[in-house]
């Protein structure tokens, strides 16, 4: 496993984090973690190496305003003897806090739930301009300190859904330890961005990143066109590779959080990291990654990467397998099979067509997506 020094925090953490968002569930009920495969690949990749673990308050819940089964799914796992072994991480819901006091009670009850009287990371989750011009003023400078002076965390930091702008805003009001942002080979100019990267590693933040294969849809259901290309390397590779060994290769970078749900998945993903040191890659190998992105480019419909933030939907609408089968069917260029399969997987009072255009999923969405318009969009393709 390759390990990297965590900005300036002085721990040494794996290159692989393990993201505890999309753990195996039982019979596919997304808030109801099938606990014995959960736990062989967190064993197994505990053993193998990963000691950065991320969560968030609501991970495995019904919806993303309230407490979900990720915390207290780990807060077990780890109270078998592994809480020293790993570098542990979790978020504050910011879209739910209006009040210093709400700080501290959802604090508590997450140390409650995780079964630890103290974190390595406090994050603020899903920073964006309207929690930015909301929780200074509650109070959150004052709790952050708090938290570290008393020895209840050891370091803090947030993640980030914004321009680059408010990030670097974000960046220079307060002395955080750590950053988490959105980065892959198609999202160099996205969000923050490499820009902001490369500013957080000036100042000496811990650099996590996200979304290594875009919501697996870097690795699942290659274009031919896309194999085609990754076959010009002399060097062959897998696209999970590929995508990986992009992040690996960029000293800024001191974790990549992966979402796994099998426990394939882990060990493929770990093999991947025992072979990736700084830069491996040479210049005919990131001339075609950069092939591979603008081919990409070219074809999606919009950047939702199913993250499932804007859902559930006030009038019912499954907005990310929307987006998922209208993506689907720009890159991979079959309408007709795409608007066959949106039919079928999708109830008529799920489909894009009983949208309303409240805009109340818009403030919601990481990738600053205008959700009511994009699924006009979906409806046009597929039909009302």
Same mark, same amino acid.
Request: glycine residues 8%; hydrophobic residues 35%.
């Given at each position: 496993?390759?390990?990297?020094?965590?900005?300036?925090?002085?721990?040494?953490?794996?290159?692989?984090?393990?993201?505890?968002?999309?753990?195996?569930?039982?019979?596919?009920?997304?808030?109801?973690?099938?606990?014995?495969?959960?736990?062989?690949?967190?064993?197994?990749?505990?053993?193998?190496?990963?000691?950065?673990?991320?969560?968030?308050?609501?991970?495995?819940?019904?919806?993303?305003?309230?407490?979900?089964?990720?915390?207290?799914?780990?807060?077990?796992?780890?109270?078998?003897?592994?809480?020293?072994?790993?570098?542990?991480?979790?978020?504050?819901?910011?879209?739910?806090?209006?009040?210093?006091?709400?700080?501290?009670?959802?604090?508590?009850?997450?140390?409650?739930?995780?079964?630890?009287?103290?974190?390595?990371?406090?994050?603020?989750?899903?920073?964006?301009?309207?929690?930015?011009?909301?929780?200074?003023?509650?109070?959150?400078?004052?709790?952050?300190?708090?938290?570290?002076?008393?020895?209840?965390?050891?370091?803090?930091?947030?993640?980030?859904?914004?321009?680059?702008?408010?990030?670097?805003?974000?960046?220079?009001?307060?002395?955080?330890?750590?950053?988490?942002?959105?980065?892959?080979?198609?999202?160099?100019?996205?969000?923050?961005?490499?820009?902001?990267?490369?500013?957080?590693?000036?100042?000496?933040?811990?650099?996590?990143?996200?979304?290594?294969?875009?919501?697996?849809?870097?690795? $699942?259901?290659?274009? !031919? @066109?896309? =194999? *085609?290309?990754?076959? +010009?390397?002399?060097?062959?590779?897998?696209?999970?590779?590929?995508?990986?060994?992009?992040?690996?290769?960029?000293?800024?970078?001191?974790?990549?959080?992966?979402?796994?749900?099998?426990?394939?998945?882990?060990?493929?993903?770990?093999?991947?990291?025992?072979?990736?040191?700084?830069?491996?890659?040479?210049?005919?190998?990131?001339?075609?990654?950069?092939?591979?992105?603008?081919?990409?480019?070219?074809?999606?419909?919009?950047?939702?990467?199913?993250?499932?933030?804007?859902?559930?939907?006030?009038?019912?609408?499954?907005?990310?397998?929307?987006?998922?089968?209208?993506?689907?069917?720009?890159?991979?260029?079959?309408?007709?099979?795409?608007?066959?399969?949106?039919?079928?997987?999708?109830?008529?009072?799920?489909?894009?067509?009983?949208?309303?255009?409240?805009?109340?999923?818009?403030?919601?969405?990481?990738? $600053?997506?205008?959700? !009511? @318009?994009? =699924? *006009?969009?979906?409806? +046009?393709?597929?039909?009302?």
């Amino acid at each position: 496993m390759l390990y990297r020094e965590l900005g300036s925090t002085g721990e040494k953490v794996s290159i692989l984090g393990f993201g505890t968002m999309r753990l195996p569930t039982v019979e596919g009920v997304k808030n109801q973690i099938d606990k014995e495969k959960a736990n062989e690949m967190l064993e197994y990749g505990i053993k193998n190496g990963i000691n950065y673990i991320d969560t968030a308050y609501p991970y495995h819940g019904t919806n993303f305003n309230g407490e979900g089964e990720s915390e207290r799914f780990l807060g077990e796992f780890l109270s078998n003897g592994y809480r020293d072994d790993v570098f542990l991480s979790t978020k504050m819901p910011s879209w739910t806090i209006n009040s210093k006091e709400d700080m501290e009670n959802i604090f508590n009850r997450q140390l409650e739930l995780l079964q630890t009287d103290y974190l390595d990371a406090y994050m603020i989750h899903s920073v964006k301009q309207d929690v930015w011009d909301k929780l200074p003023d509650l109070g959150l400078f004052q709790f952050l300190d708090d938290l570290k002076s008393s020895g209840n965390v050891k370091y803090v930091g947030f993640s980030f859904h914004d321009s680059l702008d408010l990030f670097l805003e974000v960046i220079d009001g307060y002395e955080w330890d750590i950053s988490l942002t959105q980065m892959n080979y198609l999202d160099t100019d996205y969000q923050s961005g490499i820009t902001g990267l490369q500013y957080s590693d000036i100042l000496g933040l811990g650099n996590v990143v996200m979304e290594p294969l875009r919501g697996g849809k870097l690795s $699942q259901d290659i274009p !031919p @066109d896309i =194999l *085609k290309t990754w076959d +010009k390397s002399k060097i062959k590779r897998s696209p999970v590779e590929w995508a990986f060994k992009y992040l690996y290769n960029m000293k800024e970078v001191d974790v990549v959080l992966s979402g796994m749900n099998t426990l394939e998945q882990v060990k493929e993903n770990i093999a991947i990291a025992n072979n990736s040191y700084p830069n491996t890659l040479n210049i005919e190998e990131k001339e075609l990654i950069r092939e591979v992105a603008a081919i990409y480019k070219n074809k999606k419909g919009n950047d939702c990467n199913g993250c499932g933030y804007c859902m559930p939907c006030p009038y019912n609408v499954n907005i990310s397998d929307c987006f998922k089968e209208y993506n689907v069917s720009l890159i991979f260029d079959e309408v007709e099979s795409a608007k066959h399969h949106y039919k079928l997987i999708l109830d008529k009072e799920k489909r894009a067509s009983n949208c309303t255009d409240c805009k109340k999923c818009i403030r919601l969405c990481t990738q $600053q997506i205008n959700i !009511p @318009d994009e =699924l *006009k969009k979906v409806v +046009k393709l597929f039909g009302e």
